[in-house]
């Protein structure tokens, strides 16, 4: 069993990126987002992944089952800007092997 998986990340340029994302690390996809650079420093993950800040909100764009939105992180989207039906904040996405070929956008900076 591959320790990677393939995550397709369109960052706020409109620049799609595949990367090969670590399952034994025990990331979540803010943290991938940070790993490879795909947003300028101090733009995402800004509270530290705590579900406070939603600067780590993006769109999920593959039919992947996802782990169901936990309080904190509903409550936080239901505040945030350009929200969508598909929104979801990486840092409570952690990056399993069942992520496997996920495509994501990152929103817009609020």
């Known amino acids: 069993m591959s320790n990677d998986v393939n995550i397709q990340i369109t960052d706020r340029d409109g620049v799609t990126h595949c990367v090969l994302a670590p399952t034994d690390m025990a990331l979540n996809l803010m ?3 940070r790993l490879f650079e795909l947003a300028p420093e101090g733009t995402v993950g800004v509270c530290g ?3 406070m800040c939603a ?6 764009e593959s ?3 996802l782990t169901e ?3 904190d992180e ?8 350009n929200v ?3 929104s979801r904040l990486g840092c409570q996405i952690q990056i399993t092997n069942e992520l496997e070929g996920l495509k994501i956008q990152l929103a ?3």
């Open 49 to 51: 992944g705590m579900a």
């Open 74 to 81: 509903d409550a936080m989207l239901s505040e945030a800007f």
């Open 84 to 86: 969508k039906s598909t």
């Open 108 to 110: 817009p900076e609020a």
């Open 69 to 71: 939105k936990l309080e």
């Open 31 to 33: 943290e991938v987002v």
């Open 63 to 65: 039919n992947h089952e």
């Open 55 to 60: 600067s780590c909100q993006c769109y999920i």
